[in-house]
């Protein structure tokens, strides 16, 4: 693969920011999201990613009042994404552009993107008629540069390609965990774009915070190989390392992570032969782990009658599997379920069909139920 001289610019993701009150998503704390925003841009970092889900639909209006309403509109660019998936019908999917518009307080944007496509969530952005909308919109200079995300394998990123080859951009699922994984597809996916030619975005490079958060095992082969440097510098390294990205994502939420990433993808150099090797160790090491492989993504949680906090209940059956710690994991478990335990499920199956990773969560639920209830 050709070499890279720079790492890729850093993004600040809009999806995982500081709340006021930890079961509210829409509680957020504005005055902790500014100083994010103020250390971010000093470090020389202006890519900010929304959607008009995110938070309850309540991030694209953070991003106005930390970002747009404190600097100069040239100074920062702005991804945001629709999502037909959350209409009723093609007049509401296409309100919400004029609807993000207004609530990000500006008037185009830089980038963006149709959301999370991938097989049954595609069909709606054909039936509404939105590539032509959004061509229409690019036309009429309202948004920069177009493109989707999409969590799908490479055949679906192929298909969806084929009928739409006027995009821009795509985003990606993309880290050193899912490069290889028959499910994700991150390197087969990421191919499919070098080979057309097409910038991309990198979401998920640390996997929802995992591969911050590695068994001891796993850590110890990283740590060692290079100490001091922490474990965020290898995800995000490795994905600012892949030639075509033009930034990778980060949903950051404190001071200190915004601070560290910032000065890993500043001053930090494209990874080397040596350190894919390191890497891969680290890759088997993970793998021969049992787990789970949630992203905190919450996808599955938007469209649960029952109100099932299934993100906490994957992350107290990886705490239980991978870290074998069910103090823990019983703790966990316990003070962030609320009504929303796993037995409150009733196997809808709603969950499942809109997980990006594909996790059988009704039969998780089950086992979690069993272990902690
Ligand atoms: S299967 Fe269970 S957890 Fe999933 S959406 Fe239905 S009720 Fe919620
Ligand atoms: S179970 Fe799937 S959809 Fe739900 S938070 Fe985890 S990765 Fe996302």
Not at 133 to 144: L, T
Request: aromatic share 10%; with cysteine; hydrophobic share 40%.
């Amino acid at each position: 693969m050709e070499k890279v001289d720079k790492l890729a610019p850093l993004g600040f993701g809009f999806m995982r920011l500081p709340l006021r009150d930890a079961d509210d998503p829409t509680s957020i704390d504005i005055g902790k999201c500014c100083e994010l925003v103020d250390i971010f841009m000093d470090a020389g970092f202006t890519y900010f990613d929304s959607a008009r889900g995110y938070h309850g639909c309540k991030s694209e209006w953070a991003l106005r009042k930390a970002l747009v309403e404190r600097y100069p509109r040239e100074s920062f660019t702005i991804a945001t994404k629709l999502p037909a998936w959350l209409a009723k019908n093609a007049e509401e999917a296409r309100s919400m552009f004029d609807t993000s518009l207004a609530e990000c307080g500006v008037d185009y944007f830089d980038y963006y993107l149709l959301h999370n496509l991938g097989e049954s969530l595609t069909p709606p952005f054909e039936e509404y008629g939105l590539w032509e909308f959004c061509a229409e919109k690019k036309a009429e200079g309202k948004i920069k540069r177009f493109g989707f995300s999409i969590h799908d394998n490479a055949e679906e990123l192929e298909k969806v390609l084929d009928a739409h080859p006027e995009v821009d951009f795509v985003q990606l699922q993309v880290n050193y965990v899912d490069w290889e994984s028959d499910i994700i597809q991150s390197r087969k996916c990421y191919e499919v774009c070098l080979e057309r030619g097409l910038p991309v975005v990198v979401m998920e490079p640390v996997k929802g915070g995992t591969l911050v958060k590695l068994p001891d095992p796993v850590a110890d082969i990283l740590r060692t190989a290079e100490p001091g440097a922490p474990l965020a510098s290898w995800a995000l390294r490795f994905a600012g390392s892949l030639p075509g990205v033009i930034a990778v994502l980060s949903g950051m939420n404190t001071p200190e992570m915004v601070a560290e990433n910032a000065a890993i993808m500043r001053d930090g150099v494209p990874l080397a032969a040596g350190e894919y090797e390191v890497i891969e160790a680290a890759r088997e090491a993970l793998a021969a782990l049992p787990g789970v492989p949630c992203t905190d993504c919450r996808y599955c949680m938007k469209g649960c009658p029952e109100g099932v906090h299934i993100n906490t209940i994957m992350q107290s059956l990886n705490i239980y599997d991978q870290m074998g710690d069910a103090y823990r994991a019983q703790e966990n478990y316990n003070w962030n379920t609320g009504a929303g335990k796993a037995s409150a499920c009733i196997q809808c199956g709603a969950c499942e069909s809109v997980c990006p990773q594909h996790i059988a969560i009704v039969s998780e639920l089950e086992r979690a139920a069993e272990l902690f209830e």
